[in-house]
């Protein structure tokens, strides 16, 4: 945390869009809270977790907006907090071992009657919740930091260069996450891996 | 990774994409010989469309996903609050007060409910106790002793009766005593005094 908010992280060139942007925490909330949600529920597996890191990272984004120099977006900014976030969070709990630990990851299930329709069919809505259950499901055997970077890159389509300022890992050890979370869902969903 | 596929024109492809060339397809990268081999190969294009099609589809669910469960989240609020951010609050100073106003008055309350018996008992003094248990008992008193006379009377009345009888009784036998002309002349008392009778 100390590290996002360090200004000489960043360079100094913020423009006024982000500036007006962090300004306003109410816009900050709209904008990132449902990526942020997404990204740290299925890095994490944890929903409580998660709405507790999105809630800390937003507040703690808008508190230190003044560090912010606009070298990077500022949802990769965000990413970073959070995942720092997440980090401290779970050296906290791995002390609290007294804590019966019941993860509630996300229910895709819940998408029941809000897939979007647009043209297609019933059928292919069904399918189309089938794969991404499969994926779900592989992702729920990989690492975290596998998993964040999988879903950094395919979800939030981060590029690899925005993945490596937001987790602070080399380019190759990027990859090598990415790959092995490629395998994986790749195996799940049915090809030759 | 050495499988056969085959190409649009029937022609068969002994090599396909290694995991870490399908990695890099999936990513973004796409060099000309991949591009190349994917128009080639049936089943690397078909494996990438399939795969690329689950990703895209967990990506655009679970936004969905997250923007509805945002959707039941409460805004942020704009500043960070203090430790001790209740005790500016007037209401809070007004729940406080509130609540020990009503700790007070039920303690009060109870306290007055357990001394009121004991205050009352030590209040009365022994003249005040022994009137009024005489103002109590006298009524009964008298009752009881009326009744007693009247039993005593009663008895008295009953006795004198029955003694009366019983003389009369007596007079009207035949005793041997007035057989031989002697006559009991103090029966009552118990004297066994006998007296001759003349014949």
């Known amino acids: ?6 200004p000489g992280m960043i360079g100094c060139a913020m423009g006024e869009t982000i500036q007006s942007e962090l300004d306003d925490i109410e816009a900050l909330d709209r904008a990132y809270r449902a990526r942020l949600l ?3 529920a299925y890095s994490t597996g944890d929903m409580d ?14 508190n230190g907006r003044e560090t912010f120099c606009g070298e990077c977006s500022v949802y990769t900014w965000l990413a970073h ?23 509630t990851g996300p229910d895709l299930s819940e998408l029941t009657g809000v897939l ?5 069919s019933p059928e292919k809505q069904i399918l189309a919740r089938e794969r991404a259950q499969q994926v779900t499901v592989a992702l729920e055997v990989l690492s975290e930091k596998q998993r964040s970077i999988f879903v950094m890159r395919f979800v939030d389509e981060m590029e690899l260069p925005e993945i490596c300022q937001a987790t602070g890992m080399q380019m190759s050890t990027v990859k090598t996450h990415l790959h092995r979370a490629v395998k994986a869902v790749r195996l799940k969903v049915g090809g030759r891996a | 990774m050495m499988e056969a596929g085959s190409t649009r024109e029937g022609k068969r492809v002994e090599v396909h994409l290694t995991d870490e060339q399908f990695t890099e397809l999936l990513i973004g990268s796409r060099p000309a010989w991949v591009q190349a081999h994917l128009v080639e190969c049936a089943a690397c294009r078909e494996e990438a469309e399939r795969v690329s099609g689950a990703i895209g589809d967990f990506a655009q669910q679970s936004l969905l996903w997250a923007e509805r469960r945002a959707a039941f989240r409460p805004v942020q609020t704009t500043e960070r609050k203090p430790a001790f951010a209740w005790l500016v609050r ?7 007060a509130l609540t020990i106003a009503l700790a007070v008055g039920i303690g009060m309350t109870l306290r007055r409910d357990h001394t009121q018996p004991v205050q009352q008992a030590a209040a009365t003094s022994p003249a005040d106790a022994a009137k009024t248990q005489a103002e109590t008992v006298q009524p009964v ?3 009881v002793q009326a009744e007693a006379k009247a039993g005593r009377a009663t008895l008295k009345a009953d006795n004198a009766l029955l003694t009366a009888i019983d003389g009369e009784l007596r007079a009207d036998e035949s005793t041997p005593a007035s057989l031989y002309g002697l006559e009991a002349t103090s029966y009552r008392t118990g004297t066994k005094s006998v007296k001759r009778t003349s014949n």
């Not at chain 1, 945390?1 to 360090?6: C, D, G, I, T, V």
């Not at chain 1, 977790?49 to 808008?62: F, G, I, S």
């Not at chain 1, 907090?81 to 993860?103: C, E, M, P, S, Y």
């Open chain 1, 1 to 6: 945390m100390q590290l996002a908010l360090n």
């Open chain 1, 38 to 40: 997404r990204f740290v």
């Open chain 1, 49 to 62: 977790l998660a709405e507790t890191v999105v809630q800390d990272c937003l507040l703690k984004a808008y």
């Open chain 1, 81 to 103: 907090i959070a995942g720092n976030l997440v980090r401290d969070h779970q050296r906290t709990r791995k002390f609290q071992f007294w804590r019966k630990v019941q993860k």
């Open chain 1, 116 to 120: 979007p329709s647009g043209e297609s």
């Open chain 2, 90 to 96: 007037p209401q809070a100073w007004v729940g406080a």
């Open chain 2, 141 to 143: 008193v008298v009752k």
